[in-house]
């Protein structure tokens, strides 16, 4: 006799073993229809695994996460089989679940083109029609790889060979093809549907070295149903259109080039939109109370020993040598803060101290996984840390959310969510510091009264933190603020200040940053806005255009007036018609365009089309001036 717990506390009792299909059905016959795997005390496991033993046990379906990212898996294998089974001598090589989809690297000497894509597809779905049997095998590990050579699949035995002798491994079978896996799996191919499909191919190293071949891969997407497909590749579509690449180039806002992969080369209207977010941020900071440093580039291996980064850090830093000392380029700034912190006597008095900087970074980041100016090389921070006691947690944390949710808001984000994050199997520090951070940051989530979820295991390495996930105009969540909380690394660098006890203790030091890499962050101000950015986030706000070349005196005018009110304006002063002018700066996401000929240089007005209006306002001079200005102020100072 054995007790099964249910989710909801029901048990269920049993004389003999059953399998997970049995059990699902004698919930319900309809839930042996929907069920896909086990969740047995915690852990996924096929339906043909037997429950002969006391465990809580949930019947995972395709409307759950655990049962979406199986039928993901799923597909992935099902589009393995469908590939060898039309491209006979393709090796599979890996083929993981990745976020709302999956991909699997291929060894083959012809490329696969896009238009292979709808074949494999189409033989995809005949897999899926013919309802193969997926079954789980246990192998001995050398059989396995005489297996795999046997059969031509290298990648796959290599794969194999990496784990230790003596160990068994678990293969699926689905009809006649099989692969390594780890499982769990469908019971049967037919379990997945047909709300799939495959959305681009590229280029991929063996292991993600350099020095490997390189293999092909191809991406998909899959779903639990036909609906969400659809939902999924509309955004997809719609993204396209957003992607930030493609409108800074339209806007000539920036490029990248082989010289300086990973760093961005900030064009004139590109860099005035990242000094625009910059100078409206550091008010902000100013306005509460936030000193502003700059701290050097390169500092001494000697200083990230100390404080853990070498350890932890290192294959991600850009190093060098001068005078017989290696120097590595900071990949992040909290130890340099630290250094001034200790520069002098603090007291508790001068705590809290904010220290804020906007810090120049460099990380390395593999080639590969490059994207824009959202996954770059070389970044900055806006960056801030706050040194206060262990009593002033709470009240730092209610003002650093408080002002975040001010400049997510301005920027125009107003759906915020908050991740509580807590130790990683890798840290520093003892057990009993990262309890008493974790409580401390979580009691100061808890009064700020906003919703919060939790994410175990995912906090930085010297301590807890929350991360603020923003969700975009398409649906789609970025994480971008954090704030941590660090008992450790002022420690190890030696912080002190003295208490009111006449003694020194060790300041807490807060973590925080409300965009993290601006790069980054403006590439999602971009692909958020289409690159209709409001007028005061616009790099260029006006742009002037005379209907005749006789009008050319005045639209000069015309713009001279707008920059004295501080308003970003150009003249378009070429003998092009006025048509074509409109349509290229619309193109451009020029938010205002000014029209002037004759008429309106005689009374001094301005005919005023907004970005997206077919319609056209008629205006004296000095009141668009005043109108303009008015809307193009920051938000903070309005």
Known sequence: MFTITLPDGATKQFEEPLDGLAFAKSIAPSLGKKALALKVDGELTDLSLPLDRDATVEIVTANTPDGLEIMRHDCAHIMAEAVQELFPGTQVTIGPVIENGFFYDFA???????????????????????????????????????????IGEAYKAEIIGSIPAGEDVTLYRQGTWKDLCRGPHLPSTGKLGKAFKLTKLAGAYW?????????????????????????????IEEAEKRDHRRIGKEMDLFHFQEEAQGMVFWHEKGWTLYRTVETYLRRKLEKHDYGE????????????????????????????????????????????????????????RDLPLRMAEFGSCHRYEPSGALHGIMRVRGFTQDDAHIFCTEDQITSETEAFCAILQEVYQDLGFNDIRIMFSDRPEVRVGDDAVWDQSEKALLDAVKATGLPYELTPGEGAFYGPKIEFHLRDAIGRSWQCGTLQVDFNLPSRLGATY????????????????????????????????????????????IMVCPITTEANVYAQEVVDAMKLSGLRADADLRNEKINYKVREHSLSKTPVILAVGKREAEDKTVSMRRLGSPDQTVSSLSDAVRELELEARHPDMR
């Open 293 to 348: 440093v700059r701290t050097p580039q390169l500092v001494d291996r000697k200083l990230w020993e100390l404080s853990g980064h070498w350890d932890k850090f290192r294959e991600a830093m850009f190093v060098t040598e001068a005078d017989e000392r290696v120097l590595a380029l900071k990949p992040m700034n909290c130890p340099c803060h630290i250094e001034i912190f200790k520069q002098g006597l603090k007291s508790y």
């Open 108 to 150: 083959r000497d012809e490329p696969f083109s896009s238009d292979d894509l709808e074949t494999i597809e189409n033989k995809m779905k005949e897999i899926v029609d013919r309802n193969e049997p997926i079954v789980r095998e246990v192998w001995n590990r050398d059989e396995a790889i005489a297996h795999f050579l046997e």
């Open 207 to 235: 292991r993600g070295d350099s020095n490997n071949p390189m293999l092909q891969r191809i991406y998909g997407t899959c779903w639990s149903t036909e609906a969400e497909l659809q939902d999924y590749l509309t955004m």
């Open 498 to 541: 003295i208490g009111e006890d006449g003694a020194k203790h060790v300041p807490v030091m807060l973590h925080r940053a409300i965009l993290g890499s601006m790069e980054r962050f403006l590439g999602i101000l971009i692909e958020e806005h289409e690159g209709k950015f409001p007028l005061w986030l616009a790099p260029t706000q």
